[in-house]
Nanobody, 124 residues
């Protein structure tokens, strides 16, 4: 049974940093993209970043480029989202997800497995 579990959310002031981690278990993730999405109250879930198995294919939402960095440790089946220079508009529940698509997946429907989510709150 595939499980994704996020950790590392919290409350931070604008301009601060947070590091989200996602541990994947119950499967082999060598052919999966691992990505992050977020959902703010009253808004649709949106793509944030994704990374392939080898790490040579990454894609970011335009508004987080230069501030967020996605990485993965395949030996530990984990994916990390380092978030710097956080803004109040980054406030949301952040979800880790896994996709078997071979082409960079940026929409929620292309992801098969999801974590429970981690709250990130950025105060102004």
């Amino acid at each position: 049974q595939v499980q994704l579990r996020e950790s590392g959310g919290g409350l931070v002031q604008a301009g601060g940093s947070l590091r989200l981690s996602c541990a994947a278990s119950g499967g082999t993730f060598s052919s999966y993209y691992l990505g992050w999405f977020r959902q703010a109250p009253g808004k649709e879930r949106e793509f944030v970043a994704t990374i392939n198995w080898s790490g040579d294919s990454k894609k970011y939402k335009d508004s987080v480029k230069g501030r967020f960095t996605i990485s993965r440790d395949n030996a530990k089946n984990t994916v990390v989202l380092q978030m710097n220079s956080l803004k109040p508009e980054d406030t949301a529940v952040y979800y880790c997800a896994a996709s078997r698509r071979m082409i960079v997946p940026t929409t929620p429907t292309l992801y098969t497995y999801w974590g429970q989510g981690a709250q990130v709150t950025v105060s102004s």
